[in-house]
């Protein structure tokens, strides 16, 4: 074969690459500071009874919002004061924080996927009208990442995996053990706390390459006792409209779980009356905006 015809074959290759590569998709990645979740029992201790929330800025999440509202943590040996406070109110309250503001606070809060609280650190909150104290509610949140199905279906990944995630920079660093959240109504976007961003420069418009996980023998698992949701499939146009179809009729009965709402891709799971519900369902369901209807049934299948 002509020599320039190789050469022509090798550039047309190479060209091709390079073209793939850079239209690999990428993850937007914002820095999660210290905040708060709070049950609406614990907002009316804090600021007073019939007390609501009042919006500051819509979060990139659906339905989540930054109040206007703040109140003072406090450990054994400091504080942190003007701590915000996430809305809407959830079933149990939560507050997240960096190591280095456990540090000041004197606390040991578990690394933790967001809602798993059994156990983990007391705290002290105080508000305008007054202070509660929990036995347990502080952690230091798992890094995550919150995609659509056709994120996932377009990433190659399941709701529940761990990936690393490849982020470029001054001071370019993979992370590791970071878990996939899936649901129709989460927005793509990566949260890493304030120290993760702070030691690798992470700021503004910055973004990382997921990578599949080959090893994770090394990884350190999370703490246990969580409801650890099942692979969300990569689900086509037509299969995806049964399944929705299919849970505007279906009727839960027994025990629902988180994993039971985030499958749903409607806006109401309807339970029987006798169901038992966890705490970790309810606020699944508030976080996907999910309303959880009782009614009378017998016989009711899951």
Not at 146 to 174: I, K, L
Not at 238 to 247: F, H, V, Y
């Amino acid at each position: 074969m002509d020599q320039r015809v190789i050469e022509k074959i090798v550039a047309e290759v190479i060209s091709r690459l390079q073209g793939s590569a850079a239209k690999e998709r990428t993850i937007p990645i914002a820095v999660s500071a210290r905040h708060c979740h709070l049950s609406q029992h614990d907002l009316e201790a804090l600021f007073g009874a019939g007390y609501e929330l009042t919006k500051k800025k819509d979060l990139s999440q659906p339905g989540q919002f930054a109040a206007n509202e703040t109140i003072t943590i406090v450990g054994p040996r400091g504080s942190l004061e003007n701590v915000r406070i996430l809305g809407p109110a959830r079933s149990l309250t939560q507050v997240e924080v960096s190591r280095t503001d456990a540090v000041k606070l004197g606390s040991k809060p578990p690394l933790r996927q967001s809602g798993d609280i059994n156990g983990s650190a007391p705290i002290t909150l105080v508000g305008p009208k007054g202070s509660i104290y929990k036995k347990a509610g502080l952690i230091i949140a798992q890094a995550h990442i919150h995609m659509s199905p056709d994120d996932a279906a377009e990433f190659a990944v399941n709701n529940g995996e761990y990936v690393s995630v490849e982020v470029g920079g001054q001071r370019p660093v993979t992370f590791g053990n970071v878990l996939i959240r899936v649901s129709p109504r989460y927005q793509l976007e990566m949260h890493v706390d304030t120290d993760e961003a702070n030691a690798t420069w992470i700021e503004g418009n910055t973004c990382g390459r997921i990578r599949k996980q080959k090893d994770r023998d090394h990884l350190v698992p999370l703490e246990t006792g969580i409801e650890t949701p099942p692979p969300f499939p990569a689900e086509t146009a037509k299969e995806s409209a049964r399944i929705l179809e299919k849970a505007k009729t279906s009727i839960f009965s027994g025990l629902l779980t988180q994993r039971d709402v985030q499958n749903c891709l409607n806006d109401e799971l309807v339970v029987d009356k006798q169901t038992i519900i966890t705490p970790l369902a309810r606020d699944t369901a508030r976080e996907m905006g999910i309303s959880i209807k009782m009614i009378e049934t017998k016989g009711a299948k899951k």
